[in-house]
Structures are given as structure tokens and as C-alpha cells.
């Protein structure tokens, strides 16, 4: 494909879905009619949804694998002259799978949407948000200006905070306040940072800033020091790394279904993909002192998560299974952001496949548990094992597979998706760069590996609880004369075709992803080198 199509591609991919947010304000969406108003919106966001993952997979399928480390289908105009700012964007191996990870998640959010509409205020304001929040993920990984970044950056968190304020569930207005306060104090910090980096360097480029013999050889030790500290605490926030993570868990909490999904699936992903792509490359001696640091938080990261999660998870603890999973992603992003810490091509490589698993993953499940609890009325982990006699294996058994199916591949089972990106991270702290220390590496790694099994005990209760029935020690049952007439068990619905077409996408590409890792690790791995590399 030639280069001015890869342009349009990208280009449109990004700014289609703000087009599609105004039009989904008007009275009538053009060219879609539907039973009602309502519907024809919610039609309208699926169509728009459907156009830009068919942009994105286009522009992988002409995006040129022989050369993952060259950013292509660039666009570079100049826009503020005066600061030096230009709307430049492009794709490498680095970003191409988050772009498309981002169209996927949202469209399969606004399809699940057109048949699942969250409770709440009018569907145009819902498809609006939804669009602009997708268009601002989109940009997040395009745009080459750190300026640009950050206002993309930024462009998420008003939609998320609507999503979660007008759409959500149970304090739904503390969360949503929670969410917005820890990210817009973040998000100041790093804009002290990105300004230290562009006004000592002289270009806000971050192409040009990631070579070793280009701008960045302004940045002092001490420049790079505190702007990668300034910048990371930003990052960090929506990582979300411990102890900045304690909004996390109230926010998927409140927000409803989609606004989990891509909570989870994709916002998270725009931290750590800042450390891949600003802190590396530019700041690299800033991160280089600082990576120790990184590693331990995310190593006690892993740890609480998984600690936190097996207390929900006991019988009398009133553990919320949407909360459960929040705690989780503080775990599986722990590792992300250990393989990043160990600043080795494994490491990051790792860092990077398991991005992509946590929101092929994460997404499935708590689109799972939003059906869940639409079905039961309630996502409590005692009332889903308890009231029902709940074992979905035996009353809804296509809906309690797919879930165990969720619940073991977040555990990290060989040949599922989940498996290689912590495996390789923890192989990057194995063998850090030079000059870290591999003592310390080597306890984080420890630390990381404990998380795993923490991690398969939680989610194994879960299966034993939520999908066998665990309210009875194994082996027994009550005595005929004994025990008591039980209430018939509510009705629980099997998947439905809407939920098949919606989930099964996710399914199947963490299998994918699992039993054939080179395909997404052949595009990063050269990109990673060359990141690490200086731009050689």
C-alpha cells in the first residue's frame, strides 16, 4: 500500500470518530434510521465503530513487517510554529497492535451497546463520549509531539468521567471524582516534565528526541533525572502502578460494562505505553536511576494485588467480582511495568505482549461480569456462590466456560495469551540491563513469580466458587433428612448471539496470541531494539 493511503488510514482513523461524536448529536444521525431515536444512535455508533477498525486493520495489512522499527504512514505538519509544536503522527511495531487493540475493544463495546444499553441518560450522549474517547486512545498512540501526547492524553478523561459519573452504578459520583482528581493532578506533573524536555532540548519531536545523536544530547543527567520523575508520576497514575492505584478499584466498581472494558482494556495501556515511548528513549539515564525504583513498586504491585484479590475472594468477605478484577489489572500491570523497569529488550518485549493480553483478557472478563450481574442483579461473590446454588456449569454452561475460560487465562496458562508477556518480563529481570543491579532484579523477580501463584489461587476459587458451586466442602452434601428445602434457583440465561458475536473476537485472538506469540512479538522486537538502541 502506497503512502499517502496509509496516511489517509491513520489520519482517518483518528478523526472519524469525532465526526461521529458530532453527528451523533444531531437530531437524526445521517443515513440511519431505526425504530426509534435511540436506536438509530446507538446504530450510528456501531457504524462509525465498525469504520474505524476496518481503517486500522487495513493499515496493518499495509503496514510493512520487513521493517516494524520504521515509522510509517507519517503525517508531519507544522501547527504552532512559534512552540515548535506539529501534528505528527505514524505507527511502528510499537503502536500498530495498540491502535488496533483500541478500535477492536470499542467497536465490540458499541455493538454489545446497540443490544445492552447501560441505564442512564439519553443514548446520544453515551455514543458521543464513547467516540470521543475512542478518537483520544487512537491518538495517544499516533501522535510523535509531546504536546500532542499530552492533549491526547488528557482528551480521554472527561468522556471516562461522564461514562462513570451518568452511566454508572453504586457511587458512581465518588468514583468518577475519584478518577478525574487522580489523573488531572497526575497529568500536571507530566506536563512539567514533557515542557522541561521540550524547552531544554529546543524540539518537542519525539522521533528526533529518541535518537542518541539528536536533541537529546541537551538533556543533562540531572534534566533527564527530573523529567522522567515528572513525567513517570503521570504515567504511573494510569498505569495504574501501587501505591498511585487506589482510584482503580472504585472506578471499575461504579462505571458500567463498556466503561470497564475499556477502563481496563485500553486506558491503562496509555501509561505504560508512555514509558515505552517517552521515558526509554528520551530520558534514558533519568530511567536508568530511577528503573530500581520502578521495579519494586511494581513487584509489591503484583503482590498486593494478588493479596487483595484472595481476600475478596474468601467466603463472608462480600468480595465484589468487578472489584476483583480491578485489584487483578494492579497485579498483571505490575508486570508490564517490571518488564519496562529491567530496560532490556526481553523485558520491554514482554512489557508489550502483555498489554495486549491484559486487554484481550481483561476485556472479555468484565464483559462477563457485566452480563453477570444484568442476569443475577448483583456481581457479590458470596450471593453469586450462595443464592443460586450458582453453578453455571450446570445452569447456563456456555456462559460458565467462557468464564472459566477468562479466569484461567488471566492465571497465565501455557499456551493462552497471558503466559508469554509476564513470563518474558520476569526473564527481563532475570538478566536486567548493565549497571542495574541484579540482586535486587533478581528478588523482584521472586516477588513476581509468588504473584503467579497467588494469582492462580484466586482465580481458581473464583471458577470453584462462581461456576461449580462452592458453597459445600468438596465431597459432601447435606443429609436427606436432614436438610432443608432449598428455594428453586433463578433462571440464569445462556449466552445470547449478541454476547457470541461480541466476546467471541476476544476469545479467540487470546488463543491466538497464545499458541503463536511471533506474530505480535515479530513486530515489536525490532522496534524495541531500536528504541533501546538509541534510534540506531
Not at 510523535?144 to 492524553?153: I, S
Request: proline letters at 6%; aromatic letters at 8%; one cysteine or more.
Amino acid at each position: 500500500m502506497n503512502h499517502t493511503a496509509m496516511q489517509i488510514l491513520l489520519a482517518g482513523a483518528v478523526v472519524l470518530p469525532l465526526v461521529g461524536a458530532l453527528a451523533a448529536l444531531l437530531p437524526a444521525p445521517p443515513g440511519l434510521k431505526g425504530k426509534n431515536p435511540d436506536q438509530a444512535v446507538l446504530r450510528h455508533g456501531v457504524t462509525v465503530t465498525a469504520v474505524v477498525l476496518a481503517a486500522s486493520l487495513a493499515l496493518a495489512a499495509g503496514f510493512d513487517r520487513g521493517h516494524p522499527a520504521r515509522m510509517q504512514a507519517t503525517t508531519d505538519i507544522s501547527w504552532i510554529p512559534a512552540l515548535g509544536i506539529r501534528i505528527h503522527l505514524g505507527v511502528d511495531g510499537i503502536s500498530l497492535p495498540l491502535l488496533v487493540l483500541t478500535a477492536l475493544l470499542t467497536f465490540l463495546c458499541a455493538l454489545y451497546s446497540y443490544f445492552k444499553m447501560p441505564t442512564g441518560p439519553s443514548p446520544k450522549a453515551f455514543v458521543a463520549l464513547l467516540l470521543v474517547l475512542e478518537s483520544g486512545t487512537l491518538a495517544t498512540f499516533a501522535v510523535l509531539d509531546l504536546m500532542l501526547f499530552f492533549l491526547a492524553f488528557e482528551m480521554v478523561l472527561i468522556p471516562m468521567y461522564f461514562l462513570i459519573a451518568r452511566w454508572g452504578g453504586a457511587q458512581k459520583q465518588a468514583a468518577a471524582w475519584k478518577f478525574i482528581l487522580y489523573t488531572l493532578l497526575g497529568s500536571v506533573v507530566m506536563l512539567l516534565g514533557l515542557l522541561l524536555i521540550g524547552l531544554k532540548s529546543g524540539t518537542f519531536d519525539m522521533v528526533a528526541l529518541a535518537t542518541d545523536n539528536g536533541p537529546k544530547a541537551q538533556l543533562s543527567h540531572t534534566v533527564q533525572l527530573i523529567a522522567v520523575l515528572a513525567v513517570g508520576i503521570g504515567l504511573a497514575v494510569k498505569s495504574p502502578l501501587w501505591p498511585l492505584h487506589s482510584w482503580l478499584p472504585d472506578a471499575h466498581t461504579a462505571a458500567p460494562t463498556v466503561g470497564s472494558v475499556l477502563l481496563a482494556g485500553v486506558l491503562l495501556k496509555m501509561g505504560t505505553y508512555g514509558f515505552v515511548r517517552i521515558a526509554l528513549p528520551i530520558t534514558p539515564e533519568g530511567m536508568h536511576t530511577l528503573a530500581p525504583y520502578l521495579a519494586a513498586l511494581a513487584a509489591v504491585g503484583i503482590i498486593y494485588g494478588s493479596l487483595a484479590c484472595l481476600a475478596l475472594v474468601r467466603k463472608g468477605a462480600k468480595g465484589d467480582l468487578k472489584r476483583l478484577i480491578a485489584y487483578s489489572s494492579v497485579g498483571h500491570m505490575g508486570f508490564v511495568l517490571l518488564g519496562i523497569a529491567s530496560m532490556t529488550p526481553t523485558g520491554v518485549n514482554g512489557a508489550l505482549f502483555a498489554n495486549i493480553a491484559h486487554g484481550l483478557i481483561t476485556g472479555l472478563l468484565f464483559f462477563l461480569v457485566g452480563a453477570l450481574k444484568d442476569r443475577c442483579g448483583s456481581t457479590d461473590i458470596d450471593t453469586l456462590a450462595g443464592a443460586t446454588g450458582a453453578a453455571l456449569y450446570g445452569r447456563a454452561p456456555r456462559f460458565g466456560g467462557l468464564l472459566a475460560f477468562g479466569a484461567v487465562a488471566s492465571l497465565g496458562l501455557p499456551g493462552l495469551a497471558g503466559f508469554w508477556g509476564e513470563m518474558l518480563a520476569m526473564f527481563g529481570a532475570f538478566r536486567p540491563a548493565a549497571g542495574l543491579s541484579r540482586p535486587a532484579f533478581l528478588t523482584f523477580m521472586a516477588l513476581a513469580g509468588l504473584g503467579t501463584l497467588l494469582t492462580a489461587a484466586y482465580l481458581l476459587l473464583v471458577v470453584r466458587r462462581v461456576c461449580m458451586g462452592g458453597t459445600l466442602a468438596a465431597g459432601t452434601a447435606p443429609a436427606a433428612d436432614t436438610a432443608a428445602p432449598r428455594p428453586a434457583a433463578p433462571v440464569i440465561p445462556d449466552l445470547a448471539r449478541y454476547e457470541y458475536a461480541a466476546w467471541s473476537p476476544l476469545a479467540a485472538l487470546t488463543v491466538l496470541a497464545g499458541l503463536w506469540p511471533a506474530a505480535l512479538l515479530g513486530l515489536t522486537n525490532p522496534a524495541v531494539q531500536q528504541l533501546l538502541g538509541g534510534g540506531k
